[in-house]
């Protein structure tokens, strides 16, 4: 995010961090996982989808970059791949691996395009959701990829762009059983994509607020890792290195960092763009998720981290954050993730669960955590990822200043870019009111952002200016 900034009055104060209302905001995400929502309008008939991705109605709702570099190339895709080896593929005849990767990337792709032209055309309330969650991924992406952020912000000097330059990521609303995820450029690519997809469960189309939290997660994380050739592996081997060196006791600690680099760097990347309330809220959101206190066993096979050190790890990159407010917020995040410890298990990667002591488990987690934020990385030409994004005392300044708007009941002024707001800075505004004691009703603040982050939407030339090109 590129902060314009002249018209703030800084704010030296720190402001108390209240996350007394969090249970109720957890109970939020309950309630809407509860709700039988299901948007999905991907067909396996071959005839019936190829209409309807060719339809004016679904060309005529993007911008003609996304046409061009899109849908074209994706009808273009299914087209030389014919209706016998689409049958095949979905009929379970083919069972190779590729056919599994395009049994499920393939939906996703047709939801993003067939999901934005069907609530034009028939669900207001469904479109503005999705123009709010699309206008969320732009920021995000433009925070870590677009050309004015790649900028040092310790030395001033340009970071080199992406080796994969593409355009901020469609959106949809994905199947009911799965959660937040992201089909990278590296995946997309493989269609001909120039955009990755981030999917949200549909129960989040109207509620569970901590929800949207994740989304940082997925674009701030996945999607920028992917989009530089070499830096998660660069990542893999030097967190790999360091908790070798330091925990040789438990030498398969070194391999579980590295196994879970991805999903370790997104939750940190995502934290540095997003700032400390994409931390409390991803403990929220866990706990609604699965129904209780965070766990403290760790998966075989699962990339993902122990959910409890996913929490510690946000404690500690919000300590590491540059504003002022950041001890007093990781207090509050360890605090509450604290309630939670128990005796934590992590796999070996061979099918084996060790209990490691919790001081080791949570100092190897905080490690990796330092390494992915603060090593300098030849595929950054030696920057590192909090030289792109970091959260700054202007961003919390942002925040509050929106959070008063919600309070007050106002909208948000037409003229929001030379206050210097971004899509980041109202879903955190929304979340943080929403986890104080004296809050009003959840779904207040899930409406007012929605409402918010269409206005920035309606004003975004990502999304209206149709002479835009992909160079």
Known sequence: MKLCLASIALISSVFAVDISNLSTCTDDIVQALSQDVNVELFTQDYGSLMNELSANAVRSSFPATYQQEVLDPFVGYLNNMGEANFTSIFNGQSNDDLAAFLKEIIPDISDALLQKASFQTNDAANQKSTNAF????????????????????????????????????????????????????????????????????????????????????????????????????????????????????????????????????????????????AGISLVGYFRGLIGGPLRNDGSPGDPHPVDILRGFIAAHVVSKLSFSGANDWADTIRNEVSKDLQIIHIPDGKGTSHRVPNQIAIQSAELTADLIINSKLKALDGHSLKEIQDWTDQDQNIVEEIAGLFRDGKDLSDDFRNNGYYAAHV?????????????????????????FLNTMYEFDNVWTDTSLNSN
């Open 134 to 277: 699309e206008e969320m991924v732009s920021d995000l992406y433009d925070g870590f990829l677009s050309k004015e952020d790649r900028v040092s912000n310790e030395t001033g000097m340009p970071i080199k762009l992406p080796d994969r330059q593409f355009l901020p990521p469609l959106v949809k609303w994905g199947n009911p059983d799965a959660g937040p995820y992201t089909w990278p450029i590296d995946d997309t690519a493989q269609l001909n994509l120039q955009s990755a997809v981030v999917s949200l469960p549909p129960a989040h189309l109207k509620g569970g607020l901590l929800a949207w939290a994740a989304l940082p997660h997925e674009t701030g994380g996945h999607d920028i890792l992917h989009a530089d050739t070499g830096l998660l592996d660069e990542l893999g081997d030097i967190v790999y290195n360091a908790v070798h060196a330091k925990f040789h006791s438990y030498n398969f600690l070194a391999d579980y960092w590295k196994s879970c680099i991805d999903e370790t760097a997104s939750d940190c990347a995502g934290l540095l763009n997003a700032g400390p309330v």
């Open 427 to 451: 879903v955190a505004a929304a979340i943080q009111e929403a986890l104080k004691a004296d809050a009003a009703p959840v779904q207040t603040y899930f409406d007012r952002m929605v409402d």
